[in-house]
């Protein structure tokens, strides 16, 4: 017992540790002055050289052989810690630290390019990234898939070639489905203008509705809305759009999501390897269902219906299933965060397969641009028509994040599987959601 407690205290400073670095990261997206990027490059940067020497400490390798877990939680803790250190012990401290550093960069370059449209001054940095994450994903793979190495940081035991079966089997038919619903009369969208306080108050209250704890957790602005954070500290960010309400209270919702996961872990597994979400796919599911299964079905959009009528006031659609039909409408457009659910996983696909091949090195950073413009025509029928709205509106490739879309896909699946079964186990679950609570889905959950 002597070796699993050492090794538990080891690795319970080691969380403490990464939940600072996430915290860093928090701040850099919502608080942080522009000025101080290359100061928190070189922080963090500082920081993940630390995380990896103690990720990879020759101590852990004894303890884990001596350690005896005393049920099964702790077997699962032993099981989690070995991975972790199998994992980075095949990759340089140099490499990890300089992938911190530049991908904290590359943040800022990202975003200003986004900002003024300009591809060709991202384009440098992200082939450091991409070169940095090659030679990762080699040293992990040792001889295998290299993006099969990637993936696995996200998703557990999935696979490149998995996720490309299953794209192949939906992608036909989702072109299909869009090409049908689109030739049908669309339905009519909000019209006005919605003030940023008032949509961030609604926004406030649908995350209470759906379980978000205050005491632990807070909501701020940012360019592209995420969670952050675990145990005792989970904070989210959203956007807003005057013109689209819908962009602010979905994107809340999802983050809700991902937060409510996280602060409904047992408070006993804080600061240990099972105080988290199980991968970004499982994460996934739980902030679409959030979004998606609850917050758009008939029965929940007809309360927000009612409570956006006495925020907002007339905002031209006539009832309850009119605003129903807004909340779900298939509609042309780029953004991946703003689509559809039938258009969805077609953004989805297309990133899977640049970024798979980017990381396999059949295409180059140089080339990403037209085969993205490319592709888009192909699935979408419209042509790209700014940065912004092509390859620069996700800021995942210049975070190194390789191998975290197909989870995006695989949460959307894992979120009709839960709610067949939260369905047939919660019959009655409509007559919550029509009075604004979801609180017997959430606690099914």
């Given at each position: 017992?002597?070796?699993?407690?050492?090794?538990?205290?080891?690795?319970?400073?080691?969380?403490?540790?990464?939940?600072?670095?996430?915290?860093?990261?928090?701040?850099?997206?919502?608080?942080?002055?522009?000025?101080?990027?290359?100061?928190?490059?070189?922080?963090?940067?500082?920081?993940?050289?630390?995380?990896?020497?103690?990720?990879?400490?020759?101590?852990?390798?004894?303890?884990?052989?001596?350690?005896?877990?005393?049920?099964?939680?702790?077997?699962?803790?032993?099981?989690?810690?070995?991975?972790?250190?199998?994992?980075?012990?095949?990759?340089?401290?140099?490499?990890?630290?300089?992938?911190?550093?530049?991908?904290?960069?590359?943040?800022?370059?990202?975003?200003?390019?986004?900002?003024?449209?300009?591809?060709?001054?991202?384009?440098?940095?992200?082939?450091?990234?991409?070169?940095?994450?090659?030679?990762?994903?080699?040293?992990?793979?040792?001889?295998?898939?290299?993006?099969?190495?990637?993936?696995?940081?996200?998703?557990?035991?999935?696979?490149?070639?998995?996720?490309?079966?299953?794209?192949?089997?939906?992608?036909?038919?989702?072109?299909?489905?869009?090409?049908?619903?689109?030739?049908?009369?669309?339905?009519?969208?909000?019209?006005?203008?919605?003030?940023?306080?008032?949509?961030?108050?609604?926004?406030?209250?649908?995350?209470?509705?759906?379980?978000?704890?205050?005491?632990?957790?807070?909501?701020?602005?940012?360019?592209?809305?995420?969670?952050?954070?675990?145990?005792?500290?989970?904070?989210?960010?959203?956007?807003?759009?005057?013109?689209?309400?819908?962009?602010?209270?979905?994107?809340?919702?999802?983050?809700?999501?991902?937060?409510?996961?996280?602060?409904?872990?047992?408070?006993?597994?804080?600061?240990?390897?099972?105080?988290?979400?199980?991968?970004?796919?499982?994460?996934?599911?739980?902030?679409?269902?959030?979004?998606?299964?609850?917050?758009?079905?008939?029965?929940?959009?007809?309360?927000?219906?009612?409570?956006?009528?006495?925020?907002?006031?007339?905002?031209?659609?006539?009832d309850a299933e009119g605003f129903y039909r807004a909340a779900n409408r298939?509609?042309?457009?780029?953004?991946?965060?703003?689509?559809?659910?039938?258009?969805?996983?077609?953004?989805?696909?297309?990133?899977?397969?640049?970024?798979?091949?980017?990381?396999?090195?059949?295409?180059?950073?140089?080339?990403?641009?037209?085969?993205?413009?490319?592709?888009?025509?192909?699935?979408?029928?419209?042509?790209?028509?700014?940065?912004?709205?092509?390859?620069?509106?996700?800021?995942?490739?210049?975070?190194?994040?390789?191998?975290?879309?197909?989870?995006?896909?695989?949460?959307?699946?894992?979120?009709?599987?839960?709610?067949?079964?939260?369905?047939?186990?919660?019959?009655?679950?409509?007559?919550?959601?029509?009075?604004?609570?979801?609180?017997?889905?959430?606690?099914?959950?």
């Amino acid at each position: 017992m002597s070796g699993f407690k050492d090794l538990m205290a080891f690795q319970r400073q080691t969380e403490a540790l990464a939940q600072v670095a996430g915290r860093l990261g928090w701040d850099q997206e919502t608080m942080m002055p522009e000025g101080a990027s290359a100061q928190r490059s070189e922080e963090i940067g500082a920081l993940e050289a630390v995380l990896h020497a103690r990720r990879t400490d020759a101590r852990i390798g004894v303890w884990l052989s001596r350690a005896k877990a005393p049920d099964a939680v702790g077997e699962a803790k032993l099981r989690l810690i070995r991975r972790v250190y199998t994992r980075a012990s095949k990759v340089p401290g140099r490499l990890a630290e300089e992938i911190a550093c530049v991908t904290s960069l590359a943040q800022g370059v990202w975003a200003e390019a986004r900002a003024k449209e300009n591809v060709a001054a991202f384009l440098p940095t992200l082939a450091k990234v991409v070169a940095l994450k090659r030679e990762e994903a080699a040293a992990l793979a040792g001889g295998g898939d290299p993006y099969d190495a990637l993936v696995d940081d996200y998703e557990p035991g999935m696979t490149g070639a998995a996720m490309a079966d299953m794209f192949r089997a939906m992608r036909p038919r989702l072109v299909a489905l869009r090409e049908k619903v689109l030739g049908a009369p669309a339905p009519k969208g909000v019209i006005g203008r919605f003030g940023q306080d008032a949509q961030l108050a609604l926004s406030r209250e649908i995350a209470t509705a759906f379980g978000y704890d205050w005491n632990r957790g807070r909501i701020d602005l940012a360019v592209h809305p995420f969670s952050s954070g675990s145990g005792h500290d989970v904070r989210i960010t959203t956007r807003v759009s005057e013109t689209d309400p819908f962009n602010c209270l979905y994107s809340t919702l999802h983050e809700v999501g991902h937060a409510v996961y996280e602060q409904g872990v047992d408070p006993a597994y804080a600061l240990t390897p099972v105080g988290q979400g199980a991968s970004m796919g499982v994460h996934e599911s739980q902030s679409r269902t959030f979004e998606n299964q609850l917050g758009r079905s008939r029965a929940f959009t007809g309360w927000l219906y009612g409570r956006m009528r006495e925020v907002f006031g007339d905002f031209g659609i006539a009832d309850a299933e009119g605003f129903y039909r807004a909340a779900n409408r298939v509609h042309p457009g780029y953004i991946r965060t703003e689509s559809d659910e039938v258009q969805y996983n077609l953004h989805v696909m297309l990133r899977f397969d640049l970024e798979r091949a980017l990381i396999r090195g059949t295409i180059e950073v140089g080339d990403l641009q037209e085969a993205w413009n490319t592709r888009f025509r192909a699935d979408f029928g419209v042509a790209v028509d700014r940065p912004s709205n092509g390859m620069l509106q996700d800021v995942h490739w210049s975070c190194g994040l390789f191998g975290y879309f197909p989870t995006y896909t695989l949460g959307n699946v894992y979120a009709g599987c839960l709610m067949q079964a939260l369905r047939a186990d919660l019959p009655d679950l409509d007559a919550g959601l029509a009075r604004g609570d979801p609180s017997a889905a959430t606690g099914w959950l």
